[in-house]
């Protein structure tokens, strides 16, 4: 399937952009579907041979060799709740990269590629139980389609330091911006908490939208209000419910109250597909997630203290 995954890959690309999401799906042990995002696969194959250490994280079902590189492997189905993949021989491996890590999941059963509408997509109902673990919520031909937030999932086995570096910390705290107030968009909660401590590192509070639409209509009505309320700043995630970063700056952008804010794209994704979408869309710098030293001083950057200081 790995071959016949990268051949669709290219045909899905250009949807991107235009708030609408190539998932794969996939099952990890009853019915119900769920979803990645495609540019975030590398390959899918059979369950390899696994190497397993005592004392590592439970849900790490071990590492395997990956095209001569040694990955770890996290059982996706444990971590939302299912049976244990990890001694299941026929379960699937999917190798993905996440902010310029390679890791591989374990599922019980790869489907298909689909188009996703984000403007369908929309945040899970705590009734359905899927915790934190899943940040959007779809139908498919009728069937319930649950996105999974890997964010939270990696999160859960190795949290990303969100500090920034003693460097970077007395350059924020020398620095004068006004308004102090950046818009954050993203539906990770892991990673809106992420960013909202690493703003208050900096001294800047945080505006926070779960989605793109919510983004944008927090920003239409900071437009139309006390310009000292205001914000200068957008830093949003691209995979969203509803409106995704690529869509949402479109309209930042074609929005004539909008149109100067400074935006900055800030994703798992990686690779040089990513640079040339937000180029396309104009949005002012990508920074891949986690890395609070590079988002400070692309802020740093766009919002420089001598052109905002009081």
Known sequence: MGGTLLEKVEQHTRLAGHNRVAMLLFRLGDAQLFGINVFKVREVMRRPPLERMMGIHELLAGSCDYRGQTIPVIDLAAALGYPPLRDEASAH??????????????????QRMVQCDGDKMAAPPAALGFGNKVNAVTRLDGALLAVVDVEQVLASIDSAPADLSIQMQRLADARVLSPRRVLVADDSLIARRRLVALFKQ????CIVAK????AL?????????DPAEGVKLVVSDIEMPRLDGYALTRAIRETPELCRLKVVLHSSLSGGFNEAM???VKADAFVAKFQPDLLAQAVFELLPANATST
Not at 211 to 214: A, C, I, L, P, S
């Open 93 to 110: 491996l999917m190798v993905t990269e996440f902010s310029r890590s390679v890791q591989g999941f374990l599922v019980a059963d790869l």
């Open 202 to 205: 900096m001294n800047i509070e």
């Open 211 to 214: 989605d793109g639409r919510e």
């Open 217 to 225: 209509d927090k920003l239409r009505k900071l437009a139309a209000g």
């Open 278 to 280: 937000v180029k396309e």
